[in-house]
């Protein structure tokens, strides 16, 4: 079984075609937690509908704390031998996790690519990953929850670019890690998006940095590293 996580804070307009996206799935041994985070606006109306409607969908409610602490949440309350990400304003291919768990025997993490998106479905750009290559989003990957479970993974509450530390951490736990050519999470960009939005990024260059530090291979410091220069390279460019 998969437990696919979707935390939800204000994004009625784009919540139905994400939690479709869901439903569709030609994987079908779901469990889908959706964690309300306070919304103000009628998303927990839209999530209750689907509750309603798929015994495999349940309705978590909490007070607003964020990503990190919706996600978390979520994770709190998975069953399944496997864990997604889905962000609320996003969706997935009919096939996605029938790909994804396809090609997860004998891994801890399956990473795939994935399209960026606007709000009319047209395609911007598609990212297909690189062995090599640190993606640092939480989504398009599929975790064995033992591995996070044993590894003590869980995200940063109260903290912008909690996927990066998440990254970080979970490579720095040396996952076997199958990257497959696949691109099936539709990302959408918006302008309301979080990570469309600018933050001081001090504290999360100090916790990369401190984790360097506590790194015991070169390889380690590498990723690390390399994590650095690529969030700081994105600041730059977003400024």
Not at 48 to 71: E, M, P, T
Not at 201 to 211: A, D, E, P
């Amino acid at each position: 079984m998969i437990s696919v996580i979707v935390p939800i804070y204000n994004v009625a307009p784009y919540l139905a075609q994400c939690l479709d996206s869901v439903q569709r799935q030609t994987y079908s041994d779901l469990q889908v937690i959706l964690v309300n985070d306070g919304s103000t606006d009628d998303s927990p109306a839209i999530a209750h509908r689907y509750v309603q409607q798929d015994k495999r969908f349940i309705l978590v409610n909490q007070a607003n704390g964020g990503l990190s602490a919706a996600r978390n949440t979520g994770l709190a309350h998975a069953k399944g031998e496997y864990v997604t990400f889905v962000d609320s304003d996003d969706y997935i291919d009919d096939d996605y996790l029938a790909t994804l768990i396809r090609h997860a025997e004998g891994y801890d993490v399956v990473q795939s690519g994935f399209r960026r998106v606007n709000d009319q479905g047209n395609i911007l750009r598609e990212v297909k990953p690189h062995p090599t290559y640190r993606l640092n989003s939480a989504c398009f990957r599929l975790y064995r929850r033992t591995f996070l479970t044993e590894n003590s993974l869980a995200f940063e509450v109260g903290q912008f670019y909690e996927d990066v530390l998440f990254s970080a951490k979970m490579w720095l736990s040396h996952p076997r890690i199958n990257t497959i050519d696949y691109c099936g999470y539709n990302y959408r960009v918006n302008s309301s998006s979080i990570t469309s939005l600018r933050h001081d990024t001090r504290y999360l260059f100090n916790c990369l940095r401190q984790m360097q530090h506590e790194a015991t291979t070169l390889h380690d410091r590498w990723i690390l590293c390399y994590t650095r220069l690529r969030l700081r390279a994105h600041f730059i460019l977003n400024r």
